[in-house]
């Protein structure tokens, strides 16, 4: 007789943690509606408001920067466009889930993921994904259950960040761009900061483009040939597209043989011959149509923004004139695209800078120093390469002078091998920990 009691101190014991951690996540006023992830659950709204046609672009980030929507719906009178690019780290998955039910007879949806392992495979970061889903908790209806240990994973530190936001009485404050209001009203980035290509090196070469046969997961390419089958009973049609690539990133996993050796005479042309493979290899394994020549989504450095992945504005421009022709290619529509699209902008490059080293934070500066304590980074650096602090023992403090966290370039291994803090400005603390790089390693960034 006594256990009963015991056992209920027991089950209580456990409950009540949990309890408090699903009052603080759901119970709490929505915190990142200002945040870039804050975008989702209206971009999920404005699907679901869209009765007539629709086009739909569905994929991370590349689609938010890539695609001008006004433009195709110009092109494309009867129907309305919804850019639903978000995040590669969000997954491709879920981005697919929340927009089927949405999906009705006559749409149009095009997957324009990144090429990399998140956006094609199962995988979802949990942290974004409650962060997109804060305030619009009946999204989670539309996502498939096998996704919620990576969400539930997430919700105890998701919950103690929304109720420190709550005691403080603050928000979130996101930087000048990867943040709410930089979308339009369709779901595109539509910016003016987003003017030429900022990274140093034209390119990042802490994220290359492999265009590997290991992609896309055996598991994934299943789930889009399903997904395939089921919106066709609906009367739609899905297609996948490439989305834009920086041409100096681009590596491969295959061979490039279908090029032929002749063809491989420098860097655009291996590029190209790596696109070329991917392609067939897609279609090899796809049983839904691929739009266009892959080599048209491998573009200049010129283009791009801050990434391997994000255009800048002239970009856009570019970009979304050859995705209008390749889908009137694709019903047999003959109509000239008569778009202007501006000059390619200058990029940043090297040539442009004043000192080399006073822009790149190279790993062979402090990587293996076992007695360095503290760093200070100048505004001045623009790039720190992933592993920079690998090996530095006794480092304790990385001191961050930039106030604007989106005109530095990082990696997903900028903190391997230090127990290291980031410390920051206290007036852009958020700002680095909502900002699309930074974010990954918020749990690890302080005020000075």
């Not at 539309?142 to 109720?163: T, V």
């Not at 006794?394 to 091998?417: C, F, K, M, R, T």
Request: glycine share 6%.
């Amino acid at each position: 007789m006594k256990r009963k009691p015991f056992l209920l101190l027991i089950c209580l014991a456990l409950l009540l943690p949990l309890l408090f951690v699903g009052i603080c996540a759901i119970g709490l006023p929505a915190k990142y509606d200002a945040t870039y992830m804050g975008e989702l659950k209206y971009k999920c709204g404005r699907l679901a408001s869209v009765r007539g046609p629709k086009i739909i672009l569905v994929g991370g980030s590349s689609a938010a920067f890539g695609a001008d929507s006004p433009l195709i719906e110009k092109e494309f009178p009867d129907y309305e466009v919804v850019n639903f690019g978000m995040y590669a780290a969000l997954g491709s998955r879920m981005m697919l889930d929340l927009a089927q039910r949405s999906i009705g007879e006559g749409d149009i949806v095009i997957f324009m993921p990144e090429i990399n392992d998140q956006t094609l495979s199962d995988f979802t970061d949990g942290t974004y994904a409650l962060q997109g889903l804060d305030g619009a908790w009946e999204l989670l209806r539309q996502i498939r259950p096998d996704l919620y240990p990576s969400i539930l994973g997430a919700l105890p530190a998701f919950a103690m960040e929304k109720l420190h936001y709550q005691l403080a009485k603050t928000l979130p404050e996101p930087g000048p761009l990867y943040r709410r209001d930089s979308f339009n009203e369709y779901g595109d980035i539509d910016s003016e900061i987003v003017s030429q290509n900022i990274m140093p090196e034209e390119y990042d070469p802490d994220l290359p483009v492999v265009m590997s046969d290991e992609l896309p997961t055996e598991e994934f390419s299943d789930y889009l040939n399903n997904y395939a089958r089921k919106l066709s009973k609906k009367g739609a049609s899905f297609y996948y597209h490439f989305c834009p690539v920086n041409k100096l990133s681009v590596t491969g996993g295959t061979s490039a043989s279908s090029a032929g050796s002749e063809m491989i005479t420098n860097t655009h042309s291996l590029s190209e011959a790596y696109a070329q493979d991917f392609y067939a290899h897609l279609d090899k394994i796809l049983d839904f149509p691929i739009l266009g020549d892959p080599r048209d989504a491998v573009m200049e450095a010129g283009w791009f923004y801050d990434t391997n992945f994000h255009l800048n504005r002239a970009g856009r421009t570019f970009f979304t004139r050859q995705l209008i022709r390749d889908l009137k290619a694709q019903f047999g529509d003959t109509s000239l695209t008569e778009i202007d699209v501006p000059a390619m902008p200058r990029t940043l490059a090297f040539t442009q800078m004043s000192d080399e080293e006073d822009t790149v934070l190279r790993r062979s500066t402090y990587a293996g120093n076992t007695e360095i304590t503290q760093i200070t980074i100048p505004e001045s650096v623009r790039r720190i390469e992933d592993g920079a602090f690998d090996g530095c023992n006794s480092l304790a403090a990385i001191y961050l002078e930039a106030w604007d966290p989106s005109q530095i370039l990082v990696g997903q291994h900028l903190l391997d091998g230090t127990d290291a803090d980031l410390f920051v400005p206290a007036e852009a603390l958020s700002a680095y920990r909502t900002d699309y790089r930074f974010s990954q390693y918020a749990d690890r960034i302080q005020a000075r």
